[in-house]
């Protein structure tokens, strides 16, 4: 293999030195804080037909890796993850670009599988033969998957938090699992200490060179994708763009803020090398519990404090002291390619995680859920605008869907943990079968003449709860369902051919059986006074078509029917 890797420069000194996998800090002035450069001139003419060539993959780009030698024998298919547009969201949210790159479907379901892949094959080309790490969960799963295949013996440091099923996987992955009864910047400690005594290798995270560079690998992946995504759609209607077309955000649920760096270094190298004009702003997404890089970036702190007990279920984030991290991307957003920090609650990522669910079939687990609650935050702020252009990093898959998220009673069980099989006769399975039959839920009526329309509201109840839903596509349907249905609620368009919503109302009321059935009016139109006073009294409330991104009908919905 050719080699391209020019020197690592000190980010405090600026001191070029040898790559060596065994020199872990700047020999000028001790910093630990180095980024590798690489002879980008001599590449970027060739590069590109280059990797054209090879499989789809993070080994694509190998020249750019701090790999001397590829070890065929480590790969279990990391990197090369799907790049799929999130149709539905995207409707939601009134933006038809909004991406998501599907890191959970890495070998050990999250994008840690980037960084353990990157991570152990430099240890062992570089004969390190004990590592010890330590993890909020998904860098042990991941390390210790790549660590058994490369015989490396690996100790991974836990918070005891860490949910059991996962701890339980890395022990069977053979790993040594230390439980650390504290904080996540606390086993940090412990881990450190314990590789300096032993003299074990310590994996340093965002300030170890194989790490960062494994997250770049995402940067590339993703203008690969979109230039492929927007030639087979015809969208690629600007001949004097560059070479590859750039998202306008990229964002990610953030930790210890890893891959932010990593995937800021591979765009820039692409600038660097001519393949892209530009470079995405960054959305850095924390939750609330456990956020302070989004603390210090609304107080314009240069650094940031550490927050000494997270208050998340969220443990995969519960990063408390991202040190250097933080004034690393505050200044990269600072100078030039902006960006937002922005916190969400643990409650607004449970939502999100339900809406990718039911919305785009994705299972996910509550630290990748933050992203797409930030997303939505950042849209309906309109810091996101609806022409731009977003990649979402899914980062994991949720795998066991935790308890917390679901509770126990989520799967309509037909039998009870107690009965046996002998005991459930068929009666006893009929009467269960009642309980799990459609019309225990409510059930709602959406009026509107527009399909689309339809199945946006359709797509908000639906990942909002359980509901039985119908649809009428006119007036006349309307009246003649509402008869017969007698829903618990009925979600009415004004503006209609023939029939119109008034009338529909008009009809209700003059049924006894269904003039007391809650309404709420869904208009696209200002109402002139007169009709406004036309609807009161006599529907429960208003919401504007443009309003459908916001969560306020949901909020009405849950507020009539519980
Ligand atoms: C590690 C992790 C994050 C946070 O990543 P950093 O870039 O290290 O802050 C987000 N989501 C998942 C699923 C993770 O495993
Ligand atoms: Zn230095």
């Known amino acids: 293999m050719q080699h391209y890797i020019k020197s690592v420069e000190c980010l405090d000194c600026g001191h070029h030195a040898p790559f060596h996998h065994s020199v872990t800090s700047c020999p000028k002035c001790n910093s630990t804080w180095r980024e590798i450069r690489y002879d980008l001139d001599a590449l970027s003419t060739t590069w590109e037909k280059v990797i054209k060539a090879r499989p789809f993959n993070l080994w694509r780009y190998r020249e750019m890796l701090p790999i001397q030698n590829l070890n065929p024998d480590l790969f279990m298919g990391e990197g090369g993850t799907p790049f799929i547009r999130a149709v539905n969201l995207g409707l939601m949210l009134a933006n038809q670009n909004i991406f998501i790159k599907d890191e959970r479907q890495g070998p050990t379901s999250s994008f840690k599988d980037r960084q353990a892949a990157v991570s152990i094959a430099a240890l062992k080309e570089s004969g390190i033969s004990e590592l010890v790490i330590a993890s909020t969960g998904n860098v042990a799963l991941a390390y210790s998957a790549y660590a058994a295949r490369a015989g490396i013996k690996l100790w991974t440091f836990l918070t005891s938090l860490v949910p059991a099923s996962k701890m339980r996987e890395v022990g069977l992955y053979g790993s040594q699992v230390v439980k650390v009864t504290g904080s996540y910047d606390q086993a940090k400690q412990i881990a450190a200490e314990f590789a300096r005594q032993r003299g074990v290798h310590f994996d340093l995270g965002s300030r170890s060179i194989p790490c960062i560079e494994s997250m770049k690998t995402i940067a590339?992946?993703?203008?690969?994708?979109?230039?492929?995504?927007?030639?087979?759609?015809?969208?690629?209607?600007?001949?004097?763009?560059?070479?590859?077309?750039?998202?306008?955000?990229?964002?990610?649920?953030?930790?210890?803020?890893?891959?932010?760096?990593?995937?800021?270094?591979?765009?820039?190298?692409?600038?660097?090398?001519?393949?892209?004009?530009?470079?995405?702003?960054?959305?850095?997404?924390q939750v609330e519990g456990c956020s302070p890089m989004v603390k210090a970036w609304k107080q314009d702190q240069e650094i940031a404090d550490p927050v000494r007990s997270p208050k998340t279920l969220i443990h995969t984030l519960a990063t408390g002291d991202p040190g250097r991290a933080y004034t690393l991307l505050r200044n990269k957003m600072l100078s030039g390619s902006g960006g937002a920090f922005e916190s969400v609650t643990d409650e607004e990522a449970f939502r999100a995680l339900h809406i990718l669910a039911k919305m785009e079939g994705f299972s996910i687990e509550p630290a990748a859920a933050v992203a797409f609650a930030g997303l939505i935050k950042l849209v309906r702020s309109g810091v996101i605008k609806s022409h731009e252009t977003v990649v979402v990093n899914c980062s994991g898959h949720?795998?066991?869907?935790?308890?917390?998220?679901?509770?126990?009673?989520?799967?309509?069980?037909?039998?009870?943990?107690?009965?046996?099989?002998?005991?459930?006769?068929?009666?006893?399975?009929?009467?269960?079968?009642?309980?799990?039959?459609?019309?225990?839920?409510?059930?709602?009526?959406?009026?509107?003449?527009?399909?689309?329309?339809?199945?946006?509201?359709?797509?908000?109840?639906?990942?909002?709860?359980?509901?039985?839903?119908?649809?009428?596509?006119?007036?006349?349907?309307?009246?003649?369902?509402i008869k017969i249905e007698k829903p618990n609620l009925v979600l009415l368009d004004l503006m209609m051919p023939e029939v119109d919503g008034f009338s529909v109302l008009d009809a209700m009321q003059a049924d006894s059986a269904t003039a007391e059935i809650p309404v709420i009016v869904i208009t696209a139109k200002e109402l002139t006074t007169d009709e406004k006073d036309h609807l009161r009294g006599r529907i429960q409330s208003l919401v504007q078509k443009g309003d459908l991104i916001s969560d306020k009908l949901a909020e009405e919905v849950r507020g009539l029917l519980g």
């Open 220 to 285: 590339y992946e993703i203008v690969e994708q979109l230039s492929e995504y927007q030639l087979a759609n015809n969208e690629n209607n600007n001949p004097n763009a560059a070479r590859y077309p750039v998202p306008d955000w990229y964002i990610q649920s953030v930790s210890g803020g890893m891959g932010p760096l990593g995937v800021y270094k591979g765009f820039c190298e692409l600038l660097q090398m001519g393949w892209v004009d530009r470079i995405p702003k960054l959305a850095i997404i």
């Open 398 to 481: 949720a795998m066991p869907v935790e308890r917390n998220i679901l509770g126990d009673d989520w799967s309509g069980n037909l039998f009870s943990p107690s009965e046996t099989l002998e005991e459930s006769h068929e009666e006893g399975l009929l009467a269960a079968l009642s309980n799990v039959a459609i019309d225990r839920f409510p059930r709602i009526a959406i009026v509107d003449d527009n399909p689309d329309v339809r199945r946006l509201i359709r797509k908000i109840l639906e990942s909002q709860g359980n509901y039985q839903i119908n649809e009428a596509t006119n007036g006349k349907e309307a009246i003649e369902l």
